[in-house]
Nanobody, 117 residues
Framework: QVQLVESGGGLVQAGGSLRLACVGS???????????MGWYRQPPGKQREMVAA???????NYADSVKGRFTISRDNAKNTLFLQMNSLKPEDTAVYYC????????WGQGTRVTVSS
């Protein structure tokens, strides 16, 4: 069974940066090389939303709210997905998760990002 473990969250001031990582395990294949993958976030009291996606072919897509500030990337050899977050805003405060586009795998615990104003 595939397990996704997110890390890299924390408390940061507005305008700061964080780099999130998601390691996948439990599959004989690199799940990041055979799936379109995404970073999702769930702000307090709100539903989970996708903020960034990276497709098998390498193309990326971003929610308007993070476009130009966040960058998604992956290392297939290390089965790791990254999210570089710059120019953070208080509204970026959320628990961040990774999963395939469509949420095929069991959700991990996520990593909490708190941006203070």
């Amino acid at each position: 069974q595939v397990q996704l473990v997110e890390s890299g969250g924390g408390l940061v001031q507005a305008g700061g940066s964080l780099r999130l990582a998601c390691v996948g395990s439990g599959s004989i294949f690199s799940i990041f090389s055979i799936n379109d993958m995404g970073w999702y976030r769930q702000p307090p009291g709100k539903q989970r939303e996708m903020v960034a996606a990276i497709f098998v072919g390498g193309a990326t897509n971003y929610a308007d709210s993070v476009k130009g500030r966040f960058t998604i990337s992956r290392d297939n050899a290390k089965n790791t997905l990254f999210l570089q977050m710059n120019s953070l805003k208080p509204e970026d405060t959320a628990v961040y998760y990774c999963n395939s586009v469509g949420g095929r795998y069991q959700w991990g615990q996520g990593t909490r990002v708190t941006v203070s104003s």
